[in-house]
């Protein structure tokens, strides 16, 4: 009699699971905006695919310590979805002997050089710049972007972009008090661009 009981008991606690593992799929795209609605609706135990192409956003989600399913994000074909928390760098023009200046609209997180594989060292001053190769600085009232590359060269002798998007391009959030986020796979694409300039200033 107890083990009827205890299998009613284990049967009624598994459809209570299906019922709150009940999820989504959504299929999201650059570009058309898809990505932005599925970022408002999403809950954990949802699968998000990635269709082939490049993105330029960020996954945030709060609260996936307290799911009782996880959270799902992978490339439609693996190896297709790129995520970017970059963009490709303004013209320069020279300011003076080996620092180049432009238009930036907003203080950048980083500047890569991708053909060196170099990340420019952030500098609160001007004369940071001037002292340190493969440097970049941000004169906010001006909105003037001011960088010297790995050997000084002009800018459109490597291949630059900006950082603009901060920290990493997948971010999950938790209490303090929780055991942290669980149960999440990311699978099939790629994240390049993301960084943070409060790391380290210098300068």
Not at 48 to 71: H, M, S, V, W
Not at 137 to 158: E, F, G, Q
Request: with cysteine; net charge neutral; charged share 20%.
């Amino acid at each position: 009699m107890n083990t009827h009981v205890g299998f009613i008991k284990a049967a009624c606690l598994l459809l209570a699971g299906s019922f709150l593992c009940t999820a989504a799929e959504f299929r999201v795209k650059p570009g058309d905006g898809s990505f932005e609605r599925a970022a408002g609706k999403w809950k954990q135990g949802d699968t998000i695919l990635l269709a082939p192409g490049t993105y330029y956003n960020r996954f945030q989600a709060g609260d996936l310590e307290k799911a009782p399913c996880g959270l799902t994000i992978k490339a439609e074909i693996p190896g297709t979805a790129i995520l970017r928390g970059d963009r490709k760098a303004p013209d320069f023009r020279g300011y003076e002997k080996g620092i180049w200046q432009a238009h930036w609209d907003a203080i950048p997180e980083a500047v890569f050089e991708h053909d060196t594989l170099s990340t420019y060292k952030y500098c609160a001053t001007l004369s940071g710049v001037r002292q340190n190769s493969a440097a970049w600085t941000y004169d906010a009232k001006s909105k003037t972007l001011y960088v010297r590359t790995s050997d000084s060269a002009d800018p459109a002798r490597h291949v630059l972009s900006i950082g603009v998007t901060p920290w990493s391009g997948i971010n999950f959030y938790c209490s303090p008090s929780s055991s942290g986020v669980q149960d999440v796979l990311l699978d099939g694409f790629l994240t390049t661009g993301f960084y943070s300039r409060l790391r380290s200033p210098d300068g």
